[in-house]
């Protein structure tokens, strides 16, 4: 499952990481707490350019009735993308990349949870942020689709929906300790065959999604203020102790609030002091 993540880079650094165009017609917000239905930034090829692109989260199939199907499609598991109807297209043409500075993920409190939905079952589960100990993004493997809205002309700004959905996979080691599921994480070396749209064997895009490994990524418990997406900001990447448990950082005075750098000390790795 991936149901909440960072995006906060600027487009432009994204842009040059990524090795793509930026129009700089789709600059979004910083967000702390990226949640389902809300646009994000991809990175696709589109008319033999890597572009990025901000699209909705929640992918509407092009056979869709109506847009409201996306809010149910916002993962694609990879044991299935190549099958299940509702993903065998984008994934055979329309192959993203999704950009993130950290994800989140809930564990339930007696052991790794299995209920998708934070806080559930009348348990309150801790939120952890995972992040790359480097510092650089995090390029989750994604699909993504055009809608067409039939009842809007052709030339209407609305006509076309662009939505995407972000592929998962099971976790291993120390993540599937917080939660059996998490996004498929794409390396560099592999963009540039995961994005070609001309790439359609189904055989060699699945070994495209290696087995995912913990290594080189990093976590840490931060305060359940996350669980709402009315909150947001910087204050949501706080690393907090045991104690606080519950608490929302941002409440708490500026004098004992700690920065991203400090509050990281004491973990295996540590969070840069800014994103990528």
């Known amino acids: 499952m991936c149901g909440r993540f960072v995006s906060a880079s600027p487009p432009d650094q994204i842009a040059r990481y990524f090795d793509a165009v930026d129009d700089g017609e789709h600059a979004l917000e910083p967000n702390y707490n990226v949640a389902p239905t809300q646009d994000v930034y991809a990175v696709l090829v589109d008319g033999g350019v890597r572009k990025l692109e901000a699209l909705h989260w929640g992918l509407v199939p092009f056979w869709a009735k109506d847009p409201s199907i996306g809010s149910r499609l916002i993962n694609a ?22 950009p993130a500075d950290g994800y989140y993920e809930w564990q339930r409190p007696d052991e790794t949870g299995t209920d998708d939905t934070p806080g559930g079952r009348g348990k309150a589960k801790q939120p952890y942020f995972i992040f790359r100990r480097d510092g650089g993004p995090l390029a989750f493997a994604g699909l993504y689709e055009l809608w067409r809205d039939e009842s809007v002309p052709d030339d209407h ?24 599921r998490m996004p498929m994480i794409i390396e560099p070396d592999r963009w540039a065959d995961w994005l070609d749209p001309e790439s359609k064997d189904p055989a060699d895009l699945m070994s495209l999604l290696a087995p995912a490994t913990a290594g080189g990524l990093d976590s840490y418990p931060v305060s359940t203020a996350v669980n709402s997406v009315r909150n947001n900001g910087p204050h949501l990447l706080e690393r907090i102790d045991p104690g606080q448990v519950g608490q929302d950082p941002s409440a708490t005075s500026a004098g004992s609030r700690r920065s991203r750098s400090a509050a990281s000390q004491g973990t295996s790795g540590s969070v840069p002091d800014k994103l990528f």
């Open 77 to 98: 598991r990879a044991e299935t993308v190549a099958s299940k109807p509702a993903f065998r297209r984008a994934f055979s043409r329309r192959r993203c990349l999704l």
């Open 157 to 180: 700004e609305h006509a076309w929906l662009w939505t995407a959905t972000i592929i998962t996979t099971s976790a291993p080691d120390e993540l599937g300790k917080i939660h059996e």
